[in-house]
């Protein structure tokens, strides 16, 4: 049987946690996509938009074809 207090909301995190959490997500960011992609990935929404769409154009300029699906892979 749950208790009044097990209903209730849980505690909010106290700052030290929130940057503990914070610094283990962008970790995670680093690891899983390197540098330049995780910090685009932390930007706001308007900005990270911005810059996938510099990133497409610098693509093109430098004659990816971006017609082809991508495999999630090189060769």
Request: charged fraction near 30%; aromatic fraction near 6%; charge should be positive.
């Amino acid at each position: 049987m749950k208790t009044n207090a097990s209903l209730s909301e849980p505690t909010p995190l106290t700052a030290a946690q929130r940057r503990r959490l914070r610094r283990i997500l962008r970790e995670f960011h680093i690891r899983a996509f390197g540098e330049e992609l995780a910090r685009i990935n932390f930007l706001p929404e308007k900005e990270r938009k911005q810059a996938v769409a510099e990133m497409i154009d610098h693509a093109r300029r430098q004659g990816v074809n971006l017609g082809r699906p991508a495999r999630g892979y090189t060769i």
